[in-house]
């Protein structure tokens, strides 16, 4: 089972931020937080990741609540091609498989 | 950039056959990893390597096998396939970050749809 709760999908108005939260309450001090996106008939791709600290690059931010129990990511300004599923995952100890869950489908609307 | 690639976009096997998927990845990466997506299940790993000839079981390795005979190539053999192999297979590789050897960045091939009749 998926180790992370993540809405099953979300609405977004195009230029409009994105915040896709996502529950992880059961990660430990030195597991980092991490974040993918699916578009349609294409791999994942990376986007971010973290420890403790808020992040940002040049495609999203990701806060870390205090506890750690919990992110969100944010996208500043959704464009059409950000309509894809995001994934929340942690767990990338050696011995711990990595379990990306579903995601949650993003759709931009124009 | 991190280039993975995978023998095939789309392929088509007849039920008993054996079926080879090939990865390859071209920034000397430690780790490889192959997941099958089906619709409503998400990602499931099915093996993992973290180095050559090592092999660990995902989640659901049944049915399946691997090899890793050289670093920068990961293979998955359906040694008999079946019609519930039907699925879309992505390859993915990553490598520890410095100074954060249990951070890792997957990163992910195009996927092979594989239709088993």
């Known amino acids: 089972d998926a180790k992370t709760t993540q809405p099953t999908s979300m609405d977004c108005a195009e230029g409009r931020a994105a915040n896709l939260p996502c529950n992880h309450s059961?990660?430990?001090?030195?597991?980092?937080v991490y974040w993918y996106r699916q578009i349609h008939s294409q791999g994942p791709q990376y986007i971010i990741h973290?420890?403790?600290n808020n992040e940002t690059n040049e495609m999203a931010s990701l806060i870390i609540t205090e506890d750690r129990k919990s992110s969100t990511l944010i996208l500043p300004h959704a464009t059409l091609r950000d309509t894809a599923v995001y994934y929340c995952?942690?767990?990338?100890?050696?011995?711990?498989?990595?379990?990306f869950g579903k995601g949650t489908r993003l759709h931009i609307l124009p | 950039d991190v280039k993975v690639t995978q023998s095939s976009r789309y392929l088509v096997k007849r039920t008993g056959e054996k079926v080879f998927l090939e990865c390859v990845q071209d920034?000397?990466?430690?780790?490889m990893f192959w997941y099958r997506q089906d619709p409503g299940l998400g990602l499931r790993l099915i093996y993992f390597?973290?180095?050559?000839?090592?092999?660990e079981k995902g989640d659901i390795p049944e049915g399946y096998s691997v090899s890793r005979e050289k670093k920068e190539r990961f293979s998955l053999i359906l040694e008999s396939a079946s019609t519930n192999q039907t699925s879309m297979y992505l390859c993915a590789s990553s490598f520890p970050a410095s100074g954060h050897p249990y951070q890792e960045t997957q990163y992910f091939g195009p996927g092979t749809r594989l239709l088993v009749l």
């Open positions: 995952l942690f767990g990338v100890n050696r011995d711990d498989k990595i379990i």
């Open positions: 059961t990660i430990s001090g030195n597991e980092y």
């Open positions: 920034m000397d990466h430690e780790n």
């Open positions: 390597s973290y180095d050559v000839k090592m092999k």
């Open positions: 973290g420890l403790k």
